[in-house]
């Protein structure tokens, strides 16, 4: 195995390994990633990617690069921004120049950067990285509003920052003689014609490929993969890095564009993206040498604390006057702006070409950069949570159960999640069905689940797990599948029978896991109600601990699931999931004779608090007239 396969394996493997740390223990992936990588590259020396690498260095961190910004446009659909359109465009055209030309200037008299170099980096910094972003938001549980700002924002902005750069670099080359003026402004109009028209184009013509029926499904994926790539280096061959706006601009329409099979081509670029920004960040880390690190003094840290506590805010503050957003909303998106990988990549090309050109400081651009970008990352990661809460633009932050489907079963253990302070919401789209869910004040959302105006209207993120309890198995069947991708497949669940002849069972591979082993259908789930079966709420404790609860309760019980302290929900049916312990709340579904007596003793309890109550008021009496 060559030295170079064996980077290629450990950058995978850290990347991943990494990846599934951040998940297991709630932390910001991007922070593990780029200590990773500084541990492999400036600490250890266990790897150079840009030397190993070579030739092939650059052009493999632009295509990546390419790739990422092409999956994050195909989240962008415009219906999604309806409510935050006019923000988003005043963040994308005014905050863009009032955020280059003050950073350049802080570059320059707080920095000490020369004015090429200065103007470059200003440029440079106006993107939010998508690479950072996204992996926040995941894990962020934020408002709509909010979440859909930063992400429009972030991938929007990552190209039209690289294109200001090339910007600054040509206007540089024009004024030492290097280059036309003419033939800048020529080639930079020509650039972005064909970057928006061309994305626009290729976009509009893979969805007429995929629609039309002229690609097989197992085609679709390697067709889109190959047309990112191309387009990205076509373009670059008019204008440096505007190939990252061609693809951007080629996401968006498609993600605009009714594809049936773009959720399935989403998934399968997210993957891939998932791949690429765990390599791409521990590669473009490990590739900073000490010396550029060293190379920073206090000036950048004054630089960087004016770029975060002074230019960033003053920009959003202007662009979004009059925007509909309120100051909570303009404090947090002025806050909130990690830089991440476009800028540390861009950076590192034009900073050895200035350098090349006897810029003196041309280096030290590449380390402003990456000092903004740890910084930001380490920051942003961590106080994105704790900002959120104190601004109260999160959503429940404990996990809440979506339940699609109104039904007297489903109604009665909203009911009972409500009284446990588990967010709960039934959707149905029959309107007699929501009705009696909203006479019993549970949230309640009336429409088709599966719909586009679910998806951008309805704040999905609330929700951990799923339960599908309509009177359709098969309906049942197809809304689990839908959802198990973005849930997960231990999270989602559905009622209804599980096996029976092979003519009549579903695939494995198809539906979610279910609710009740053996599985109970909706018309059996309904009559037990009309039973008196009842939902109850136990919390185990010391001297009633789990065996005590399965002694208590009659073999016909039901239990459901259980709440953890922290708001962790299990469920009874997962495989492989521990028993409640001392402090877990379990929801069990009873039958109507350990409910009758549950009322009668907590009836008798109440009476005989109440006689309690009587004799003490009497005593008290007693003593107040005597005295």
Do not use: C
């Amino acid at each position: 195995m060559s030295d170079l396969a064996f980077q290629i394996a450990l950058i995978g493997f850290a990347g991943i390994a990494a990846q599934w740390i951040a998940w297991r223990f709630q932390l910001p992936a991007i922070v593990l990633l780029l200590a990773v990588g500084l541990l492999f590259g400036p600490v250890l020396g266990v790897m150079n990617p840009s030397v190993d690498f070579g030739e092939l260095y650059t052009p493999l961190v632009s295509t990546a690069v390419a790739i990422i910004l092409f999956e994050g446009g195909l989240t962008l659909n415009f219906r999604e921004i309806k409510e935050t359109s006019q923000a988003v465009r005043r963040i994308v055209l005014l905050s863009g120049p009032l955020v280059w030309f003050p950073t350049a200037l802080a570059a320059h008299y707080v920095g000490g950067l020369s004015w090429p170099t200065a103007i470059v980096l200003g440029a440079l910094l106006v993107v939010t990285g998508p690479t950072v972003i996204m992996p926040l938001l995941r894990n962020a549980k934020l408002k709509t509003r909010p979440a859909s700002i930063l992400r429009w924002e972030a991938i929007v902005n990552d190209p039209l920052g690289a294109l200001f750069a090339v910007i600054s670099f040509e206007a540089y080359l024009v004024l030492h003689g290097n280059h036309d003026a003419e033939n800048l402004v020529f080639n930079l109009v020509f650039a972005l014609t064909i970057a928006i028209g061309g994305g626009i184009l290729a976009g509009r013509a893979l969805g007429w490929l995929f629609t039309r029926g002229h690609s097989p499904e197992y085609l679709k994926a390697p067709i889109l993969f190959a047309a990112v790539v191309g387009m990205n280096a076509m373009t670059n061959l008019i204008l440096e890095e505007a190939g990252l706006l061609t693809v951007t601009v080629m996401g968006i329409t498609m993600a605009n564009a009714k594809i049936s099979s773009l959720n399935e081509l989403r998934r399968f670029k997210e993957t891939i993206t998932i791949l690429l920004v765990s390599g791409l960040f521990i590669a473009l880390t490990a590739s900073l040498s000490r010396e550029t690190i060293l190379s920073l003094h206090w000036e950048a840290l004054w630089f960087i604390i004016v770029i975060l506590v002074v230019i960033r805010p003053i920009a959003i503050g202007l662009s979004t006057i009059g925007a509909g957003l309120d100051w909570r909303e303009r404090l947090f998106v002025g806050w909130i702006a990690p830089r991440g990988i476009v800028a540390v990549a861009v950076a590192g090309l034009f900073g050895q070409t200035l350098s090349n050109m006897g810029v003196a400081d041309g280096q030290e651009m590449i380390a402003y950069t990456f000092a903004v970008v740890a910084v930001t990352i380490f920051l942003h990661g961590f106080t994105l949570g704790p900002l959120s809460r104190i601004l109260k633009l999160r959503n429940a932050v404990r996990p809440g159960i979506l339940l699609v489907g109104a039904s007297p079963f489903t109604i009665d253990l909203a009911k009972r999640l409500k009284s446990d302070e588990v967010p709960v919401l039934i959707a149905d789209g029959n309107w007699s069905h929501i009705s009696d869910a909203r006479y019993s004040e549970v949230e309640t959302w009336y429409g088709e689940i599966l719909s586009e105006s679910a998806h951008h209207n309805l704040n999905l993120a609330r929700f951990d797990q799923l339960i599908a309890a309509t009177d359709n198995d098969a309906y049942n069947a197809l809304i689990t599948t839908d959802f198990a991708p973005e849930l997960g497949r231990s999270d989602v669940f559905q009622i209804g029978r599980n096996g029976g002849s092979d003519r009549r069972s579903m695939n494995f591979t198809i539906g979610g896991l279910p609710l009740f082993q053996p599985g109970k259908t909706y018309n059996e789930l309904n009559e037990m109600i009309e039973q008196g079966w009842v939902f109850q709420s136990t919390r185990l404790t010391e001297e009633f601990d789990f065996e005590d609860f399965r002694e208590a309760r009659p073999p016909e019980t039901q239990m459901l699931l259980w709440i953890k302290p922290s708001g962790a929900i299990l469920f009874a049916t997962v495989e492989g999931v521990s028993d409640p312990v001392v402090g877990d709340r379990i929801i069990s579904f009873v039958p109507p004779r350990l409910a009758r007596d549950k009322e009668k003793i907590e009836k008798a309890t109440t009476t005989d608090r109440i006689k309690r109550e009587e004799r003490a008021r009497k005593t008290i009496e007693t003593v107040t007239n005597k005295a």
